[in-house]
T-cell receptor, first 115, second 109 residues
Framework: ETGVTQTPRHLVMGMTNKKSLKCEQHLGHNAMYWYKQSAKKPLELMFVYNFKEQTENNSVPSRFSPECPNSSHLFLHLHTLQPEDSALYLC??????????????FGPGTRLTVT | GQNIDQPTEMTATEGAIVQINCTYQTSGFNGLFWYQQHAGEAPTFLSYNVLDGLEEKGRFSSFLSRSKGYSYLLLKELQMKDSASYLCAVKDSNYQLIWGAGTKLIIKP
């Protein structure tokens, strides 16, 4: 595997379900990101992990819970979602040195549909 | 507030040239990125500008004017495979990326 991988690629879940999205980066980067992409809207940054520590949480509802067990893996745990949470969820990684972050590399995304 | 503006959609002809504009108002500036995203795929990095001027990379060039809060992506010798969305993103004073909504580029034969 190369680059950034995400599983599953597609997910349909009911509002009472619990599921997890998985992301893995094979680039040796030290920062990982979760984004939400809705149609015709800017990418919304949800969570950032630098050196496995969460450094950003942009007022994301508690029904989204991130987990970063090591610098290569990132999870997004989902529970009691709402239909408006249906979107493409993108994972990205980058190298961060001091205060500089380089370009981000994205995974293919998980297309989530909440019914 | 922070804002990135780019046209929603543009249409161009195969073999022609197209310029996609991006204007920004952000709290600080630490560089501007352009990404390409084909439908159903991940965004991929195209270019990075932090100083004023033109950066050329093959058929693609990116220009930056920090005083005007303005950038453009120039695509030459358009090919059908260039049909995609082009995302502009600015790194603000906290080194976080602020994203535009993207410009969908449609290439016609």
């Amino acid at each position: 595997e190369t680059g950034v991988t995400q599983t599953p690629r597609h997910l349909v879940m009911g509002m009472t379900n619990k599921k997890s999205l998985k992301c893995e980066q094979h680039l040796g980067h030290n920062a990982m990101y979760w984004y939400k992409q809705s149609a015709k809207k800017p990418l919304e940054l949800m969570f950032v992990y630098n050196f496995k520590e969460q450094t950003e949480n942009n007022s994301v509802p508690s029904r989204f819970s991130p987990e970063c067990p090591n610098s290569s893996h990132l999870f997004l745990h989902l529970h009691t979602l709402q239909p408006e949470d249906s979107a493409l969820y993108l994972c990205a990684s980058s190298q961060v040195e001091r205060e500089t972050s380089y370009e981000q590399y994205f995974g293919p995304g998980t297309r989530l549909t909440v019914t | 507030g922070q804002n990135i503006d780019q046209p929603t959609e543009m249409t161009a002809t195969e073999g022609a040239i197209v310029q996609i504009n991006c204007t920004y108002q952000t709290s600080g500036f630490n560089g501007l990125f352009w990404y390409q995203q084909h439908a159903g795929e991940a965004p991929t990095f195209l270019s990075y500008n932090v100083l004023d001027g033109l950066e050329e990379k093959g058929r693609f060039s990116s220009f930056l004017s920090r005083s005007k809060g303005y950038s453009y992506l120039l695509l030459k010798e358009l090919q059908m495979k260039d049909s995609a969305s082009y995302l502009c993103a600015v790194k603000d004073s906290n080194y976080q990326l602020i994203w535009g909504a993207g410009t969908k580029l449609i290439i016609k034969p």
